[in-house]
């Protein structure tokens, strides 16, 4: 069995995963990134769209850029069309990610590619590489920016427990949009439906949480949605691709504790309303990767919870109370054309009220 020795391991190679990295080793700390697929951003799980403040804060070029995007529109079951203007961008993810990636990579950080995390032996981290080798890892300060199922949580006892599953297929769109659409349907139980315009093509998926008498099965429920927007004239043809994924929908109590941090999808920084997570796992993983790196030069792994104190005040308002919406959003479901306008964050109403 190998053994590797770094200061500082990041598990996941998603935006959380290499902003921490980046910022890391650019402070000269040895930095091993693992990732458990053999292609990252591979396969896509992710609506692909990014608001436009991320593009100069990821200052890394414009290559993943498919389309620019002037806002989106909020489709409510009696026809209500809510029209938001809030610039942004529709990307292709897996160039996206790679681009952070290259970025960790050029700062110093080594990656290990088609490596899945096993478990925690003490201080040593057994991993399991393509091919059935198997490495033990020593590193003083872990980063887990493994996704809504982490490993890396579960070690700490700090898990999501909200998770909602989502379904998505590539169509092709009858004429160009320079919007994305949100659809409000009362058999969308908790979740959404969605539109977002990718140059000739378009994403079009669905979020739905389980419920008693939820009836057909959620790709049968997408199968409807696609017919309806081809009824609609939106869109056009075969599907060209498909994906599932989980998007995490509730705050965790801790993302911090000893010489582990978690990140992103992990950290449960997605919010809990939209699933809109990209800006937060850059942001807060740059966070994760200047405190670990200050941890490591201090000497002192206290310095660690610094992490937690400074997300959270920069997040932890805005994520709260999309907590509060959505806990109000399925409590009320049978009530959706009453409530919809406090629980979504096109509207005015939603922000109303205490955090």
Known sequence: MKSHKCDILVVGAGPAGSSAAMTAARTGARVLMVERKAVIGTPVRCAEHIPGPLLKEVGLGRRFVVQPVRGMRTLLPGGEIKETRAPGYIIRRDLFDQTLADGARTAGAEILLSAQILRKNGGQIVLKQDGGQYSEIKADIIIGADGPRSTVG??????????IPAVQVRVHLVRDMEFTEVYFDKEFYGGYGWLFPKGDQANVGL???????????????????????????????????????????????????????????????????????????????????KW????????????????????????????????????????????????????????????????
């Open 154 to 163: 579960r070690w700490i006892g700090s898990e999501n427990s909200s998770l």
């Open 207 to 289: 979020g739905r949480k389980k419920r008693e008498g939820n009836g057909r099965s959620l790709m049968d429920v997408l199968g409807h949605f696609v017919s309806r927007l081809t009824r609609e004239g939106k869109i056009k043809g075969r599907i060209l691709g498909n994906m599932a994924g989980w998007i995490p929908a509730g705050l965790l109590k801790k993302t911090s504790h000893e010489n582990i941090l978690l990140v992103g999808d992990a950290a449960g920084q997605t919010h809990a309303m939209s699933g809109a997570g990209v800006f937060q796992a850059v942001v807060c993983g740059r966070m994760a990767g």
């Open 292 to 355: 670990a790196a200050t941890a490591l030069k201090s000497g002192n792994l206290c310095l660690l919870s610094e992490y937690e104190k400074e997300w959270r005040d920069m997040f932890g308002g805005t994520l709260e109370r999309a907590v509060k919406r959505r806990e109000l959003l399925e409590k009320d479901w049978d009530r959706l054309d009453e409530i919809i306008k406090y629980c979504w964050i096109a509207y005015r109403e939603y922000y109303a009220g205490s955090e």
